[in-house]
Structure formats: structure tokens, C-alpha cells
């Protein structure tokens, strides 16, 4: 008997996972976790209620189709516009999927370890992640891939091929898709426990139901990736599908085969990994090029369906390979274009006009052009798991320094401590996982985060509230300065830390030094290292008088910007961050406690390492 093969209405170019109809939108009710997900297997799909609202039309492609087709036809009227041939009209899909980042990725795979399931299902989810991010896979081809078509176990490859349950979109789709250049030593050695233990169970395809001659059905993995990303990400926090992560993975493997910088921060491939991958997905294709290699390797017939659907990071490459283009106009063009003249030119850059050719190399007045455009100022990325790679070299390379913090992603550590604080002490350990793995914080981190701010404070609260977009600034300008003295001078760091933590009371929002001369050298050594994290003239001291603050800067040459003021209350110094006041009746200038040291110090305990030495 012929049997029915797998439903691959899923694997569409543009899928049903992926687009926006316009009409209805078929999703597969949501499974509440990986154990149930792996019990279901013969879960019915639920039709979408069709939306009438407005909002949802206008974004259809249909409706903007039908828009811009009025509008000719209106200018063919009565303007004797020629005729035009829209393409796609009547298909009405739009594009919805985005891409998974490396971040996310390694949270899904924390999430699938932390579960409940036993080894051999462990192995099973992380198999099916790691193949549809690394390789892109669609589907269908997943599900159906058969166990006597995996080849090699020292170096793992899958040939695709049609059978009974696998339905090819078309010739191309026909590969040997090869996976040791494409996944990391932990992930290759998944893969091979995972596929030992299907060959001792004998089973007929990869990923089979027990040892049953069928495969698994293909809304189990939509549903297994669902639950991950909502279990990461929040359930009302993202937008992916399955098919998100060929998106991802083709546009991944764009950056790995043309070496470019931008790898590095978008993917987590070394550079050596990428030109492993160029390598591999040449293959048969080096004399038509990379492109048709990646082309062949994700199952398309030509480079138009890979660059038309897939990769999000095509208009990133090509502004990266421009800055690297070698451009010279003459220098006639050049300064009608710009007004720039020759001595502008030559100040900038003696090498970048050739008085032979008369031309001007663009490439080398780029720092210039940067400059003036000011596009230096605001970075396009940030590493993708700055804690894993905190690792920076002194600048004469003679040593490689770490950064003290336990988790150097300080907004993100701010998110996960007011998440905490949010909730009720008796629920925080409880939820503590969870909120780690939604803001990409690896457990044992989370762990001492959370241990250091519980010490800290003699009540429920673990944090701060600091309100103004003034002390945000402040804050974030101090944040940096701290992490590259955590980096650079630690033992410096350290001494600040511990000075605030002796001074600290939960009620107080400054800190108070007493009489006695050890006091004063104490106050005169956090003031030096306080002015370096934040700017002098935030800072006050008050004492009896003014005339002795004074005093006291001279003596211990402090930083003149610090500002003064007398406090009739004792003879103690204190010390504070301040902020002006906005009383507009007082002729005088007033200044109040900002909160600034407040959290920062909080913050500065909460992020380093507990010291060895104490």
C-alpha cells in the first residue's frame, strides 16, 4: 500500500509558518512543554480566525498591490502613462520570517537541558536544532531523512533523496548536505550520540517515533521550536517559525563564505571556521563561483531564489565590501562633486591623489568622509556574547588581561536584577532560571548576580530606581569607564567597591567618612578613583564648613571641579553624587543627591567577582 507522503505544505518557499496571507493564518495550537510536545502525535492543526481589521490589510501584499495598480491606472488616464505589467500580483504572501540569533540560539539549547526530558530525548531536540540552524534544512527534508542516508559517522554528511515520507520540492533540492564544517566539536559529538543510538534501535528514519518504521510528523518540530522560543523569548516576544532558521542559516553561511568581518559579530564562527565552511560549500561549483555553492547547498536551483528570499544580511556585505573597494575618480569629478580642493586633499591624506593619473583613491579619505558624516559615533553592532569573549590584550601584546565582572553586559544585568526585583522575594529563587535564560545570562552567573545583590541591601529590595535622562547619561558613561578599569586596573576597581560596601546603609543615598585621619585618607583615595568613573563635577563633600572641604581637597590634591558644601549637622565629611535643582525662586544655585552613587555602587558590587583574598 502507497503511503501518504509527508505534509510539506510547511516547506514552501514562502511557507505557512512564514507569511501573512491576508486571509487566514493556519498555527498549530501551542503545546505547554517539551514533554508534552514529545508524547503528541496525532495533534490537529486549528484554523485561524480570518481578521477584518483595517491594520491587518493594509499590511497584505495584496492590499498594497491593489494600491499601487489603482494609482497607475489613474495616471494611464489622464496622463498617458504607458502600461505595466505588475509582477505578483495575485500572490499574496508576504515574507515574515527573521533571523536567530547566536544568543538566542544557545539559550534554546540551555532550555532543552534544563527540561525535564530524559537523555535519549535531550539528544533528539538538540539533533533537530542543531540541523536546521547550522544546515537550514527544510522541513520536510528533516523529518524525512533516512538513517541508512547518513554517511560517515567520523564526518557526518545527509543525502537527500526522495522517499515515502519525503516529498522533494524539486531536482535540486536532490544533495548530499555535508555537516562537519558547518558545526561546532560539542555539536558534532550530539550528532554522533544521537545517531549511534538510532542505529542500535534499528530504526528506519532519523528521527522515528520509538523504533517504528515512521517518522516523526512535521508539526512536532514547528511545535518543539515554538516552545523553545517562547519558554527564551516570552510568548508575545517574537515572530518566529520553523522556517526562521533556514533564513538564519543561509544568511549566516552569506557572511562564513566571503570572509567577512562582519561574521564575527553576527554568527558565532571563527574566523578559521569560516573559511572551513567557504571550503566545504565550494565543492563542485569552483569554477562558477561561492554563490552557487551556497545555492546548491540550501537546495535551490540558481543564486536568484537565494538572494530574492533569504539572505538578510545581503545589503550588510555589500556596504562592508564597498569600504573595502578600491573607487578613484578624477579630481575634477571629485571636487565638483564635493568642493574639497587639493590642499584639503593632501592634508588628509598625502597618498590619497596621483598627480600622474589625476585621480583621487576614495578609500583613502574614508576617515575623513566618517568623520565629517559622524558615523563613527554610533556602532552598528556589539558582539553577540561579549561575556564569553571579554578577553583583551594590553597594547604591547604582552599579556592578556579579564575583566572582573561576572557578566560585563550591564544593561542586561540591570534588566535581570529589576525582573528579579519586580518579583516577590518568595518567588525569586523559583523564577530565577527563567529570567537568566530570558536575558541570554548563563545560570552559575545569575546565581552570583542575584546571591550579591540579596547581600547587599537589609531589605526586599535588590536595586535602585534611578529616574532623569541626566543620570541615565551619567550612569551609562560611568558603567563603560568602570568595565575598562575592571579590565585594566582591577586591583583599583576593587579598592572602590570595598570602600562602598563599608560605607553603604540601604537608607542612605550618600556615604558617610569619619574624623579620624585613616577616614580622611580613605575618603581622599574613593573620591581619586570615584572622579575617574565619574566626572568631578558631579561629585560634592560637606562638612562643618566650606572653608574646611576646601581644606581637605588641598591637602589631598583633589580634583578642583569637586563641588563644596557645609553641613551644620556634625564633623563627619560626606560624600554624594548630586544634581541641580530646578527651584527657580532661589537666586542660589542648589544642588541634591542624585541617587547616581547610590546604584552605581550597587551595581559595581552586584557585577564582580567576589575577591579571593577577602
Given amino acids: 500500500m502507497q503511503k501518504d507522503p509527508i505534509d510539506d505544505r510547511d516547506d514552501l518557499e514562502l511557507d505557512d509558518e512564514d507569511i501573512k496571507n491576508g486571509k487566514d493564518d493556519d498555527l498549530v495550537d501551542p503545546v505547554p512543554n517539551l514533554t508534552q510536545v514529545l508524547d503528541e502525535s496525532n495533534s490537529p492543526k486549528n484554523e485561524g480566525q480570518q481578521s477584518t481589521s483595517l491594520d491587518v490589510l493594509k499590511n497584505t501584499q495584496s492590499y498594497t498591490y491593489g494600491r499601487l495598480r489603482a494609482f497607475h491606472r489613474y495616471q494611464m488616464q489622464y496622463f498617458d502613462a504607458p502600461d505595466v505589467i505588475f509582477a505578483w500580483g495575485e500572490n499574496k504572501q508576504v515574507v515574515k520570517a527573521s533571523m536567530v540569533s547566536p544568543r538566542v540560539y544557545s539559550a534554546m539549547h540551555s532550555a532543552i537541558q534544563a527540561s525535564e526530558l530524559n537523555h535519549s530525548q535531550k539528544l533528539l531536540c538538540q539533533t533537530i536544532l542543531i540541523l536546521a540552524y547550522r544546515t537550514g534544512m527544510r522541513i520536510n527534508e528533516i523529518a524525512g531523512i533516512k538513517l541508512k542516508n547518513v554517511k560517515s559517522i567520523s564526518d ?3 543525502v537527500l533523496t526522495p522517499n515515502p515520507y519525503l516529498r522533494l520540492k524539486s531536482s535540486s533540492a536532490k544533495r548530499r548536505v555535508l555537516l562537519t564544517a558547518l558545526v561546532k566539536k560539542d555539536e558534532l559529538k550530539i550528532l554522533t550520540l544521537f545517531i549511534a543510538q538510532q542505529e542500535r534501535m534499528g530504526v528506519s528514519y532519523l528521527f522515528s517515533q520509538g523504533v517504528s518504521k515512521q517518522p516523526l510528523p512535521t508539526y512536532f518540530f514547528s511545535n518543539l521550536m515554538r516552545i523553545l522560543w517562547d519558554g527564551v523569548l516570552g510568548q508575545d516576544n517574537h515572530s518566529y517559525t520553523f522556517h526562521s532558521l533556514r533564513h538564519t542559516a543561509i544568511s549566516q553561511l552569506t557572511l562564513a563564505i566571503n570572509g567577512s568581518a562582519l561574521a564575527e559579530v553576527m554568527t558565532d564562527y571563527t574566523v578559521e571556521d569560516c573559511q572551513n565552511i567557504a571550503d566545504s560549500l565550494a565543492g563542485y561549483h569552483q569554477n562558477q563561483g561561492a554563490w552557487f555553492g551556497l545555492a546548491s547547498f540550501v537546495g535551490h536551483l540558481t543564486c536568484d531564489t537565494t538572494f530574492e528570499h533569504y539572505i538578510h544580511t545581503a545589503h550588510l556585505l555589500a556596504g562592508w565590501q564597498l569600504s573595502h573597494a578600491k573607487i578613484e575618480i578624477p579630481f575634477t569629478v571629485f571636487q565638483n562633486i564635493t568642493g574639497i580642493d587639493y590642499q584639503k586633499v593632501n592634508y588628509h591624506s598625502k597618498t590619497a591623489y596621483d598627480k600622474a593619473s589625476k585621480m583621487v583613491a576614495l578609500k583613502e579619505l574614508r576617515f575623513y568622509f566618517a568623520k565629517k558624516l559622524k558615523a563613527h559615533h554610533a556602532p552598528l ?33 540591570i534588566s535581570f536584577i529589576r525582573k528579579l526585583d519586580n518579583l516577590k522575594p518568595e518567588l525569586r529563587d523559583r523564577e530565577l532560571e527563567n529570567k537568566a535564560t530570558e536575558h541570554g545570562i548563563h545560570l552559575h552567573k545569575a546565581k552570583k548576580l542575584y546571591q550579591n545583590a540579596n547581600d547587599l541591601n537589609n531589605n526586599d529590595k535588590l536595586i535602585t530606581q534611578v529616574k532623569g535622562q541626566t543620570a541615565q547619561a551619567i550612569i551609562t558613561t560611568a558603567l563603560d569607564k568602570a568595565y575598562h578599569m575592571s579590565v585594566h586596573n582591577p586591583d583599583k576597581l576593587r579598592q572602590f567597591v570595598r570602600t562602598y560596601q563599608k560605607k553603604h546603609i540601604t537608607s542612605r543615598s550618600y556615604l558617610k567618612f569619619g574624623i579620624k585621619q585613616s577616614q580622611h585618607k580613605l575618603l581622599a583615595e574613593f573620591l581619586k578613583i570615584g572622579c575617574e568613573i565619574i566626572a568631578p563635577q558631579h561629585w560634592q563633600m560637606t562638612s562643618n564648613s566650606v572653608k574646611e572641604v576646601r581644606e581637605f581637597k588641598k591637602k589631598y590634591k583633589l580634583d578642583s571641579a569637586i563641588r563644596v558644601e557645609a553641613n551644620q549637622n556634625g564633623a563627619e565629611f560626606e560624600v554624594r553624587v548630586v544634581r541641580k535643582m530646578n527651584a527657580k525662586s532661589e537666586k542660589k544655585t542648589t544642588y541634591e543627591s542624585s541617587g547616581v552613587l547610590k546604584f552605581l555602587g550597587e551595581m559595581l558590587v552586584i557585577m564582580l567577582e567576589q575577591d579571593s583574598e577577602k
Fill in 156 to 158: 557526518i554528511s545527509f
Fill in 381 to 413: 553592532f556589539t558582539a553577540p556574547d561579549v561575556s564569553a569573549q571579554l578577553i583583551q590584550q594590553n597594547t604591547e601584546g604582552e599579556g592578556i588581561y579579564r575583566s572582573i565582572f561576572i557578566d560585563a553586559r550591564y544593561d542586561a544585568v
